[in-house]
């Protein structure tokens, strides 16, 4: 079962789906199979499913009594501990649903990848275990044998099976390799516009150049697409000068 079935378990037995009407129990059960069976998220797939089946004037009934039914459903759904990692730093944090939290990181920071998430293990125990890696908050700088550390946790809890830890599966190796490519990418590019420029971008680290980096990632979130970002290394130079992780 996928995180997104797992958060939408929709009865039709239900006390409150049977109270639904007509096509607010369609639209429910419509946003349901999106989420089994196409892996839509909940706001994606009620956005999709509302603005097609209702007219304007309905919408904001439906959204309501729909929202309704799935807080009641969703009250006793546990937090995940997470991994992700951006090409530089390891995020360990929690959420109910780690894909949309995926998809909501993303937008400012689009390297970032979801290697893993757990209910094995809680994120409080994770950043006391490894306090010494800690960067800032969530984020970790984590040795390969930390990281195989952090694995084993999330595979088997608090108790740690071999001395190798667990052997991260070849995908998610494959991801590390190509996000440090991507940073390796980063590092060599040198702005080529503005009063910086031919300044590479990892020489970018007084306080002037600083804010100068922050200011110019910030008018690029608003000017870029999210593809456009995704595929851009001079966004991406931006964001981790001003993040002063190069």
């Keep these: 079962m996928n995180t997104q079935t797992q ?13 639904l009407n007509g ?20 706001n994606e797939a009620m956005k999709h499913t509302v603005n097609y089946y209702a007219d304007k004037q309905s919408r904001f009934r439906i959204k309501k009594n729909i929202m309704k039914v799935f807080k009641s459903e969703n009250k006793t759904i546990k937090n995940f501990t997470y991994l992700m ?3 530089s730093l390891y995020k360990i944090g929690k959420s109910k649903n780690p894909l949309t939290r995926l998809k909501a ?3 400012g920071n689009p390297s970032i990848e979801l290697i893993a ?5 809680e ?10 890696s800690r960067v800032d908050g ?29 052997n991260y599966c070849d995908s998610v190796q494959k991801m590390k ?16 516009f503005g009063k910086y420029n031919g300044t590479p971008i990892i020489d970018m680290v007084t306080d002037e150049q600083i804010d100068y980096c922050k200011w110019l990632y910030k008018n690029m979130v608003n000017d870029l697409s999210k593809r456009e970002r995704r595929n851009s290394i001079k966004y991406k130079a931006f964001y981790y000068a001003s993040r002063k992780m190069l």
């Design 177 to 192: 390799e190509g996000l440090k490519s991507e940073m390796e990418q980063v590092k060599k590019y040198i702005i080529d």
């Design 117 to 121: 998430y757990t209910d094995k293990i």
């Design 105 to 107: 990181l993303k937008i």
């Design 85 to 87: 990692f951006d090409g």
């Design 123 to 132: 994120e409080k125990y994770l950043h006391n275990r490894f306090f010494e």
């Design 23 to 42: 096509i607010d129990k369609l639209i429910y059960i419509h946003i349901s199979n999106m989420i089994k069976n196409q892996n839509y998220t909940f």
């Design 138 to 166: 969530e984020w970790f700088d984590l040795s390969e044998e930390k990281l195989k550390s952090v694995m084993n946790y999330f595979e088997h809890g608090k108790i740690l099976i071999g001395k190798d830890g667990l």
């Design 7 to 19: 958060l939408f378990n929709y009865d039709l037995n239900n006390e409150q789906v049977n109270n």
